[in-house]
Structure formats: C-alpha cells, structure tokens
C-alpha cells in the first residue's frame, strides 16, 4: 500500500528518489519522507504529512548523498503525522522503509522498550528499525544485521534499509510485498514497482518471496528465503518512462478512460485469428488444460470483482458452464466445496492486491485443479503465482479509479468464454460471432467517448447531491454496481447499486426529487421490465438519468434525461456502457474539486489485508 525507492550511485540520489515518489503516489499519500546518508557519512532525514510536493516544499536544497532511501505512506498502523511517516531511523544510524504490515509488533515494541529503546512513531515498522540496529550491533554488517533480524517479523514487508557505518551500501528484503531492483551502470535502485525507476533504468530484477539483496553501486548480489546465494533474471521492461506521463489531459483518470480504444485494441492483437480465439494467448498447456475445465471459479476485490460477475453471466449464458464468483477478502477465509475440474481465476489490475493473492494461495491449498489470472502487471505476484496468465493490455493505470484495466478485464474474459464455450456448445459459429464482434469493439468505445460533452451537461443535476441510486439488469447490473462505485470513490457522493427488479422490496422508499437515478438501458430482452421498473422511480417524484438506445422508447420528458448511446451488441453493452459511467463520476468529481486520482482514504494497489 506504501511505496518505497531507493538508490546507491556515484551521483546525488534525491532527485531520483523524489523523481521516484512521484512515480509511486498512487500507492499511499498521506505522508511522505526521504533518508541519505550525506558526504560527511551523517544519516540526514526529512518527513512531512502529505504528498510527495509538500515533503518537496521542506527539503532542504543542499541536501545531497549517493546513498538513500524513501517513501509514499498509505497509513495503516499509526495516523498519518509526521512522527508516523517513513524513514524510520534508530539512534541516528540506521534508517528503513517498509511497505507491509508486521503483525507481532506488539510483541517486539515490548520486548525492545525493556531493552530500552526508544519509540518516537505508532507505527508497526519501527519495531523493524530497532531491531536490525540491535543486529548491527551484534555483527558489524548491515546485511548480517538484516538477516538476522527478519526471522523475528512475522507479517509482510518489502524492505530498503541503510546504515551511515557502510555509507555505500543498501541492504533490501521482500516477503509478500513487491520489490524490485532496477539495474543501472554503476548505480543500482530499488522500488515497489518498475514504473518508479523507469526515468533511470529499464533493467530489472525482481525479487521472489523471502529473497534479501546486498546492493552496491557496482553489484547486486540476491540470496534467497534459505540463504543460499543466487542468480534472478535481468528482465528489459517494455515501459517507456513517459508511459505514465499525463500527457495534455488534466487528470490521469481522463487520460486512461481516453485511452481505452487503443487499450482494448491491444489486449486483442496477437490473441484472436479470423473467427477463433487462441488458446495460447493463455499460456503454455492452456489447451489441455481448457479441456478438462468443468467449472469456473471467479474471485478479485473491488472494481476487477465487478468484472468478474460479469463474466458469469457471459461463462454461464454464452459458454455453458457453471461459474462462481467471490470477492477476495471472504473467499480466503471460507471452506468451500471444490467441484472437480474447477478453473480458478483470478482478476486484478495490479497482480498485488494482498486480499487477491490470498485467495489465490488459499485456492491452491484447497486442491482447485488449475489456476488463470488475468492481469494487467506482468511480473507481479499474481501473475507469477499462477498456472495460465492472460494479460490485460491496458498500460499502467496511476489514477486510482480503475477504468480502462476494467475493461480490458472484460475483453479478457470474453476471450476466455469463447476458449471454453468452443469446446462446450458455443460453437464455431459462435466463437466467430464474439471475435467479429470484439473486432469492433475499440471504434464503438471511440464514438461512445465522443459523448462526453452530454455525459457533463449532467453534472449540475448531482453536483450538489449527497446520495445517487444506479440501476441494471442482467449484465447491467455489475455494470451499476461499477458505475456507483466510481461516482463514491472520486466525489464522495454516496452511491448505491440495485438491480432494477428489487427496488420495490425497500430501495424504492428513499426516492424522492433529491435522489438522481442513473439506468444502464441498452436495448436488450429485459428492456420492458427495467422500463416497468422506472415508471416507478418517476411515479415517486424521482428524476432519471437513463443511458440508452435510440430505439428502446425511454423519451427525454419532465424527470427524464435521457443520452442515447450508439446502438450495440447486448454482449459489448457493458463495456460501452460502463465508459459513460466512467465519465458521468469524473466530471461530477472534477466540479466538486474532488482530488480524482489520488481521493482520499484510498490507495492504486491494497497490498495489506
Ligand atoms: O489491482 P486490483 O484490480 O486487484 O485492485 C482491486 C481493487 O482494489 C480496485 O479495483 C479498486 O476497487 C479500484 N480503486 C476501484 O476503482
């Protein structure tokens, strides 16, 4: 949920942490701090509460070291406040960031006040500080001092910690939060992820579970969970650095919710031939593998979840097979009943998300027959952890709203209903029927997006609002539930999502002319029943927001607007659909004065529990 950077090289490495932090805000910004040790070997700290540009506001011009560390908190232990925010030092010679959670802090705090030190934070991470300088002490050696220290953590951390007595020196460990080593001439850095780094390296090591790394300027040397010593790939990232520049758009979430044309375009290139879908796309053994799925077992957090109920639909309706679907954060602590032959996949923007990777490990120990994720971060956990991998191409995603991994999510799964529906009844006809129609799909996002001019005309009707209702049917329902999402995480404006037909069993009872109601109405077979369904919202005094097609009948009139969209395909409906959500919660945000890729309370990648 933090993010961490670090850098030992010849040259200054402030801007290249600060250039780092920068990179990284997406992950936590409600503190933020920075650790060198100078020229004259002194340890040398600055922290503030806030994003990296505040910290930016206190730093010390002067200050200069080849050797640093720092950090972006998402608070989870401790306030966000100065005294809370990382680096952590002990006794003014070692200094940590830490992205995690040590879960026996307690333990440790009482254990090292007795021994007499210090605590100057609330944080869990402190304990982690004292305890590598009591090492220190013992050996002399950061890196024995690192060593010695984590078996005593019980919990998840990626770890970068320096010491003013080897001034050329940063020692890093990872276990269950992500780390990475960019690989430089004669510098070498570290950070949560290769986007941080990428204005000064695209070489990249990544760290596996339980591995701690000694790092010099001129050598990497990597040991793993058992201490042996060994040799991790140099991978070159395709990324370039502007890759997650905002370009001429005022936020990133706008930028991203553009870019989906081109973003779904390219989770297609190289996956779909003529008329069929290739197995391969999956992965090494997927045809086999496909062969033998009897059921699917769907399960992510948050907005990749609402992507997920969507394919059961599709899984269940198009492939003929049965499909469950779970948020994360529940199924990692259920007992379920696994059928046989039972595909788990798994969906996630970041491949990160600590709830996410649980339920993947969980499903594993359950004895689940094969593992898929689909994923937008290659390299991560998830991905890494999994049998079959399917990556979504939508480019990094900074704005903390997830949009366009959303719908690439989508088309992700669409590939795999025709993979799995080809060999269960789709048929070949069918299968060519989803491929023709994916072709298409990138220029209707593009006509749906030149809708953006009436999706603001909107704005004024919910801007002053404090709650909003979405309704759908059928594959527009999580379609909804991802529409009020959006508009609470990046307005604030209390939302909630109803399947159309329940709004009379309790719903119904808090519409009135202050409560806007949006409905997703393509013109599908349950159009007449969600028109039955807002006839009552109308006949209560309550004023509809209706996205539509031109031929469903729902008229513009007093307490109905309507924005006729594009007439499309029922299977794509959710996709289109979804990007004018997107829009209608940006541009309510962005006239609230709402901060749209970073709001508050939230983080990109929830990497603890
Ligand atoms: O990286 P993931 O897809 O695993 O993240 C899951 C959720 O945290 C994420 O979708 C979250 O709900 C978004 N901020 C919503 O816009």
Redesign the pocket.
Known sequence: MCGIVGAVAQRNVVPILMEGLRRLEYRGYDSAGVAIIDRNHCLARTRSVGKVRDLEARLDAQMDGVTGIAHTRWATHGRPATENAHPHVCRKTVALVHNGIIENHEALRKEQLKLGYEFTSETDTEVVVHEIYRRLEETGDLLAAVRAALPALRGAYALGVITNHEPNRLVAARRGSPLVIGIGIGEHFIASDVAALLPVTQRFVFLEEGDIADITRDAVTIYNAQGERVERPVKQSELSSDAVARGEYRHYMLKEIYEQPRAIADTLENRIGLHHVYDEAFGHGAPAIFESVEAVQIV?????YHAGLIGKYWLEGLAGIPCSVEVASEFRYRKPQVARHTLFVT???????AD?LAALAHAQELGFAHTLSICNVPESSLVRGSQLTLMTQAGPEIG???TK?FTTQLVALLLLVAVLGRRRGLGSDGEARIVGLLRTLPGLVEQVLALDADVQAWVPFFANKQHALFLGRGTQYPVAMEGA??LK?ISYIHAEAYPAGELKHGPLALVDADMPVVAVAPNNELLEKLQSNLQEVRARGGELFVFADADNGIREETQTHVIVVPPTNDLLAPIIYTVLLQLLAYHVAVSKGADIDQPRN?A???TVE
């Open positions: 992510a957090c948050g907005t990749s969906l996630s923007q970041s491949g990160e998300t996410t903390v709203a997830s991994a999402l959006k995480e939230l990109k990648s929830v």
